[in-house]
């Protein structure tokens, strides 16, 4: 490695009101970090944007502390070992954790996960066999509690998330609608990855649809994106239902108070529950589930697709799509040559 | 019975908007109905005035099918039997169930439940041993799940269910803390009640005080309002916080649509759940629960506050007073002598 080559970062530069504007960023520029006892640098490849990222950019209680202004974002990525004072770690070991929006990362190896790029590639470890997988997952089948035959509804159908889990419970013998914005991630979620049904909501108001693709109600509704989409679904909700929530992507730039669902009411008449999750409690199952996604995988049961865009500089502009409805599938950016 | 008896009854005129007019109601009068085969011919006492009646009075889905233009108005309520032509019932037995709020009611002896004077007074059967008990016993524990040593809050704290659940959560270990409107209300929940705290909502945002009064966070919150209130309550949950949804009184009333909790995401920050339940899907163990709430109520672990008004006529102006705070303890209107 050469001493001019430097290690570019994206920091937190203000705390964004409304969606990011480019001012709300700092492109730095640093020397490459050597490597303390325990630790290992990393060169990373792809970056997992994530919704949740913009939580973590506001100074607000929630599972994780904010990112500080002038920190490097905080982000899952994959990548490849450079350089290693962890015995568990050797150069070229490929490689996921919490690397942030940069180019290279010095972390504890004990913060780190070894993955095998033969399996799937690197990037899918940012995706369908890495958080965004689990989430799915665990969000579905431990929250969720489909049962066979029973109505499943996921919202965000077309995102990273939201066409696994309508897999998944295609897979545990449930009927699935998705919903998703535009005709094209419709068509995309029942013809390509086999829902029933699907739900365009930018189409209009999506209640009478909604009602006439469930006649049964909804048993389990998994949840991406909130506001009205959340109380449509609440108001179609089967007795003892569950309401799992994942994210609330509608909200997340919002200025003005999240728009809390004036259908939770329904929770009473239905017996029904909703309740939040978080993948990183399920990190001791993750093989275990990461094994059977695989398994998935290997059978053609569960397909997955990343949007994956190159360029690191692209940062702020790329992770906005993720809020303008921009990405089908897994957003991941490329950062140098992607060997 | 004299022929000329009259049972008079308070029947719906029309869908209130709003808080409920004396012109959404009629009050008429027929002969006292004669019991069929079956049937039982019951002389009520105690009508029992619940905030879920009205919903009852709304053209709306829910787990009850509205009350119909024209019917009397549906409630439960205790009395004595006069003529029985079912075999399980005499002349003179003390009798509970959805008898409606009329003088007299003629109903299948399947629909009754016989009790016994001598444990509790009759009025306390629509009371603490009635459907408000078991709706504070089985909400608390069943879906509120309250572990010793943790903190319970509860809303409405002043009011039937309110004052059984916090009580109940005492018993249960817990520290107990209770929302209610006013110096008295809150005087009475601490020094009465035994409550570790009250929050008189009518000082201002509770924010503030909720949280010196709950550092460790709240891990049961027990929800009779709704609005602002569960918002509040919502931002300081604990880590996989159970919030029990009861009721919503601050919103049956809204000509508006229904405030949803802006804050409902602290589910997901939280791990947290939020479930409705109904009181009728716990029929089959409600033997269990009274036995149990009457062994606390002979240990004088348990107390209990019956608001008594009298007057079958004031039924109207009666029944609002839920809606404004009026009552302390289980609202109860009392008919003909009581006796």
Known sequence: MATQEQNRQFRLAARPVGLPKRSDWDLTSEAIPEP?????????????????????MNDARSYAPPVQ????????????????RHPDFKEGDCVVGVLGVQEYAVVDGKHLTKVDPNVVPLSAYVSVLGMTGMTA????????KPEPGQTVVVSGAAGAVGMLVGQIAKIKGCRVVGIAGGEAKCRYIVEELGFDAAIDYKLGPISTTLRELCPKGIDVYFDNVGGDILDACLAQLAMHARVVICGAISQYNSTERVKGPSNYMMLLVMRARMEGFLVMDYASRSAEAAREMAGWVREGKLKWRDDIVEGFETFPETFNTLFEGGNTGKLILKVGDGR
Do not use: C, N
Not at 69 to 84: C, E, L, W
Not at 137 to 144: I, K, N, R
């Open 137 to 144: 997952y665990f969000g579905l089948l431990d929250v969720g």
């Open 36 to 56: 303390g006892e325990g630790q290992v640098l990393v060169r990373i490849t792809y970056i997992s944007l994530d919704p949740a990222m913009r939580g973590w």
């Open 69 to 84: 202004i002038g920190a490097v974002m905080r982000a899952y990525a994959a990548g490849h070992v450079v350089k290693s």
